[in-house]
């Protein structure tokens, strides 16, 4: 189950939720959760885990879904995981 764990800071990425949020342009041709663990990484975002279709960054879900999106996050995102 993807989400955000406040106590530890870290976030789950699930495959459903990866295919929604991840809207960069995947050139490498990877599979999904690869390609959003090397954008997470790349922008300097901790990967903990990358396990098949699930991910675990040390990340808040704004900047997740900033480096993910490419837009910026909204307050209501973050109220709704914090």
Known sequence: MGG??????????????AGVWCRKPNPERLGLIEHCANLLRGSGLEVLSVQGNFLE????????????SGQPSDPQRESHYL
Do not use: C, H, I, M
Not at 8 to 17: A, D, I, P
Not at 57 to 66: D, L, M, N, T, Y
């Open 4 to 17: 955000y764990n406040k106590k530890t800071g870290v976030f789950s990425l699930t495959q459903s939720k």
């Open 57 to 68: 960054v040390k990340a808040e879900p704004g900047q997740v879904w900033e480096v993910l």
